[in-house]
């Protein structure tokens, strides 16, 4: 999944971040991370999973792309205008919720984002870290495979010659052709 796109939808759909929505590849809640002013919200990469392969004759998966957003909050009383950190954690979940449930980054994803769930990662005097999970899924199809990339490679079959050897009941085929034809094939036109 392109995380850039959720990084943007939420600075646009999250006024509260004021556009402090940041990547990174991999989340450490430690001083030397270059922080954001609080609230602030981090998109990380989570999984990506893959169903069973669905065709014995093409290729045809599904694959599950997962995402994580680590938000950081002032774990003082009363920075957002609450009396409990676990009110804050329950209005960002549905400022997120309401940025992306069901919405697609992509067009080939199927369903649009899904809500996995939530966990605190860690929590001091001044921060605190919650990650809420999020996932998409799409097909994986032939037009994304090496397959479909050599199989277009090749020339266009011109023609295609036919023996037919007719069978004699009792004895099968005796291996001279009675029928011969050639089938000569026109590539489509291309549009």
């Known amino acids: ?6 990084i943007q939808a939420l600075r ?3 006024p509260a971040f004021g556009e402090r929505v940041s990547g990174a590849a991999e ?3 430690l001083p030397e991370v270059g922080k954001l002013s609080l609230p602030c919200a981090y998109v990380i990469p989570l ?5 069973e392969q669905k065709s014995q004759t093409d290729y045809w998966q599904e694959c599950t792309d997962g995402f994580s957003v680590v938000v950081a909050l002032d774990n003082r009383a009363g920075e957002l205008g609450l009396e409990s950190v676990d009110d804050a954690v329950h209005i960002v979940r549905r400022w997120l919720w309401r940025a992306l ?4 980054p992509a067009e080939n994803y199927t369903f649009g984002i899904e809500y996995r769930g939530g966990v605190l990662l860690d929590m001091n005097r001044a921060i605190l870290y919650y990650k809420f999970d999020f996932q998409a899924t799409f097909e994986i199809g032939p037009e994304d495979t090496w397959h479909q990339q050599e199989l277009g490679s090749l020339p266009w079959l011109e023609t295609v010659h036919i ?3 007719l069978i004699d009941p009792g004895a099968g085929p005796d291996g001279h ?10 590539p489509p036109e291309s549009t």
Do not use: N
Not at 1 to 6: T, Y
Not at 47 to 51: C, F, L, R
């Open 1 to 6: 999944m392109e995380l850039r796109k959720i």
């Open 12 to 14: 646009e759909r999250v």
């Open 163 to 165: 023996d037919v050897d």
């Open 177 to 186: 052709p009675e029928f011969q034809a050639d089938i000569h094939l026109s």
């Open 47 to 51: 999984h990506d999973e893959t169903g």
């Open 27 to 29: 989340f450490r809640p």
């Open 101 to 104: 449930l069901g919405w697609s």
